[in-house]
């Protein structure tokens, strides 16, 4: 028998390749890939997981921002703060025995937090004028964090 020729080896060497880069993967490389992509997705996520719940806080503070300017606006035309009875509702809706009355103060009725939750109004507040609360992620009072609460007291 004589040796294959050169263009035939080539040939047998391309066919081998060919077949061999068919198979895929191997279960020890994608067990690799798969270890590698759970501890950056242990490193990163914590970090973007904060960055998100930093975010909700100050949205709350914009929230209750706004609804402090609604609340200025209420007292400037009706001459008192909603009581605590009509609360955050009279910003929307014409509370009764009220004779000037100019809203809704608010477009879209009453926001919730951004966990979900009712804002809490109080009036009159722990500083004698009126608060606006949410208790956080946790909805409790108290909490650090994301569960710290979250008010316009100053």
Known sequence: MSAPSTP????????????SAQRGFTLIEILVIVAILALLASLVGPQVMGVLGGQKSKTALVQIAEIEKALDV??????????????LQALVTRPGGVAIWNGPYLRGGVPSDPW??????????PNGG???????????????????????AK
């Open 74 to 87: 209420f007292k400037l035309e009706v001459g008192r703060y909603p009581n605590a009875s009509e609360g």
């Open 116 to 125: 979900g939750k009712p804002y809490v109004y109080s009036n009159p507040g």
């Open 8 to 19: 035939q080896r080539l040939r047998g060497a391309l066919a081998r390749s060919l077949r």
């Open 130 to 152: 009126v608060q606006i609360m949410s208790y956080g992620g946790d909805g409790a009072p108290g909490g650090e964090g994301e569960n710290a609460d979250i008010s316009n």
